[in-house]
């Protein structure tokens, strides 16, 4: 049983840069068979997949946010984090991490979610 | 651009049957995009019903099943209670990403 607690600023001003971190406990980051993910849910309206990383570095990110989007692992804290660039409004959302199987690709694991406003 | 659609709101009696779909602008939905299966209610984070098409988390009531249907993945809900009133909200892998639908809302009347 993973338990996965985001962290970061709630306000984040246009222009800047999101940071978030993603606490992993029940599980080493470096030995769970997991995809480490980041989802993000703008109000009313449906989640978007950011991207995810495995233990050894590997990274996938989403098209439309690859070039403003890196996630990266920390195994001696056992969290992983997401940096999103150049923010505007529309990155307003509540944002999430996850873990996915590797072997089965399902999401087993999500944190409680942290809400994260962009505005001036 | 991949878009994943999902019809925006459907209605269904308590006992009722319906089902959901999921669709894809690139064309025919197959085993390979791996569809997933999520509800959520209001404040909480989505939670997985169906992977890979039709498994099951562990959690999940036998009357929910996940499938493939003409082209597009599907999910049933078989005998509905007023608890399954949510959203529902697909998704589909492609080429390492995943994409997910718009959501369809759900409401037990």
């Known amino acids: 049983q993973q338990l996965l607690q985001e962290s970061g600023p709630g306000l984040v001003k246009p222009s800047e840069t999101l940071s978030l971190t993603c606490t992993v406990s029940?599980?080493?980051?470096?030995?769970?068979?997991?995809?480490l993910t980041w989802i993000r849910q703008p109000p009313g309206r449906g989640p978007e997949w950011i991207g995810n990383?495995?233990?050894?570095?590997?990274?996938y990110y989403n098209p439309s946010l690859k070039s403003r989007v890196t996630i990266s692992v920390d195994t001696s804290t056992n969290q992983f984090s997401l940096n999103l660039t150049s923010v505007t409004a529309a990155d307003t959302a509540v944002y999430y991490c996850?873990?996915?199987?590797?072997?089965?690709?399902?999401?087993?694991?999500w944190g409680q979610g942290v809400p994260v406003i962009v505005s001036s | 651009q991949i878009v994943v659609t999902q019809e925006p709101s459907l209605t269904v009696s308590p006992g009722g049957t319906v089902t959901l779909t999921c669709a894809s602008t690139?064309?025919?939905?197959?085993?390979?995009?791996?569809p997933n299966w999520f509800q959520q209610k209001p404040g909480q984070a989505p939670k997985t019903l169906i992977y890979?098409?039709?498994y099951k988390d562990s959690w999940t009531p036998a009357r929910f099943s996940g499938f493939l249907l003409g082209g597009k993945a599907a999910l049933k809900l078989s005998g509905v209670r007023p608890e399954d009133e949510a959203d529902y909200y697909c998704?589909?892998?492609?080429?390492?990403?995943?994409?997910f639908g718009g959501g369809t809302k759900l409401t037990v009347l």
């Open positions: 996850a873990t996915q199987a590797v072997t089965t690709k399902k999401f087993d694991f």
């Open positions: 029940g599980g080493s980051v470096s030995s769970i068979p997991s995809y």
């Open positions: 990383i495995f233990y050894n570095g590997n990274t």
């Open positions: 690139t064309g025919a939905v197959t085993i390979s995009n791996l």
């Open positions: 890979s098409t039709n």
């Open positions: 998704l589909l892998y492609y080429g390492g990403a995943w994409f």
